[in-house]
């Protein structure tokens, strides 16, 4: 049997991947090899180790896009067969995200928030926009440099390094208010304001580049704070929220994806899928309702007559 640990790092040098997106593609393989208990890994095991895990979907979700990627490898280079191939619709969820998006009046409710938020250097107003007008990822918002921020003609754009990705290789357009936004933000905020430098800082002394807890924390404060609470509710919605309402409000599936910079269209389409379920319900017209008090007559259960 094949050193998969072994081919798995061999795959993973030949890859542009970050250090850190590297982690995932490991952990998924011993716990597949795990559940293979000295098996030889198989179509059958693939499926039932997807099938039987108890963790949490998003999760298994990383997990198999993974293993399927690794033994396509191994298949193209036979090195061993291709187990995974076809295996998308036991993880991906057909319907919706685990986040919910938020509607226009949130964001209005939000937008109100932040407006009356006592921050004079405005750097989570700066953040939210940027998730919320252009689709992008809180990794890709701390990730942000200085040096990313660039004028075409007279508009303005922000270079985006993507999840997994080594250096930025896509970019957002950032409409004039926003850019206004961010060029005050970056005129008051301490800190070093060379090119190589982040956009976003901490607050505390000294400032440092911000992390990825500090945004995560931030954000939910943030989303607390005008009632949006539980687990469906976090950054990632403000993301989910710029693809909805660009959808309901005309924009094409096509330019979605270019926006949320998706490699495969058919993820744009659980959005599109989303925006057309929730635009007319059918429920609606399934109002029913127990007629008024007044107009009933109330047995006491004791009095019932049993069938």
Not at 61 to 86: C, K, N, T, V
Request: aromatic share 8%; glycine share 6%; hydrophobic share 35%.
């Amino acid at each position: 049997m094949p050193d998969f640990v072994q081919l798995l790092e061999q795959w993973l040098n030949d890859q542009l991947m970050a250090e850190i997106s590297k982690k995932n593609p490991r952990v998924a393989l011993r716990s597949y090899l795990r559940f293979c208990a000295g098996r030889v890994p198989s179509r059958e095991l693939l499926v039932k180790w997807m099938q039987d895990w108890s963790g949490s979907d998003g999760t298994m979700q990383g997990y198999a896009s993974s293993m399927r990627r690794f033994f396509a490898w191994l298949g193209h280079e036979g090195l061993f067969p291709d187990i995974g191939h076809g295996l998308r619709n036991y993880t991906r969820k057909q319907f919706e995200h685990s986040r919910l998006p938020l509607t226009e009046r949130q964001v209005d409710l939000l937008l109100a928030h932040l407006a009356e938020y006592d921050q004079p250097c405005r750097r989570d107003i700066c953040m939210i926009l940027l998730m919320i007008n252009c689709g992008l990822r809180s990794c890709e918002v701390q990730r942000s440099l200085i040096g990313d921020i660039y004028q075409q003609d007279s508009r303005t754009f922000l270079s985006v390094q993507g999840k997994g990705h080594v250096y930025p290789d896509a970019c957002v357009e950032l409409m004039p208010h926003l850019a206004e936004q961010i060029k005050f933000y970056l005129s008051v905020r301490p800190g070093p304001k060379g090119k190589s430098n982040s956009i976003f800082y901490t607050l505390d002394t000294p400032v440092r580049p911000i992390t990825a807890n500090c945004l995560t924390r931030t954000f939910r404060e943030h989303l607390n704070a005008v009632g949006l609470f539980g687990p469906r509710y976090t950054a990632h919605s403000l993301r989910h929220t710029a693809a909805t309402i660009a959808l309901s409000r005309g924009s094409s599936e096509e330019e979605v994806s270019k926006m949320l910079r998706h490699v495969d269209p058919r993820t744009t389409r659980i959005y599109t899928r989303y925006v057309n379920r929730m635009a007319n319900p059918a429920e609606r017209n399934l109002d029913f309702k127990l007629p008024d008090s007044t107009e009933r007559k109330v047995i006491p259960i004791s009095a019932r007559s049993r069938p």
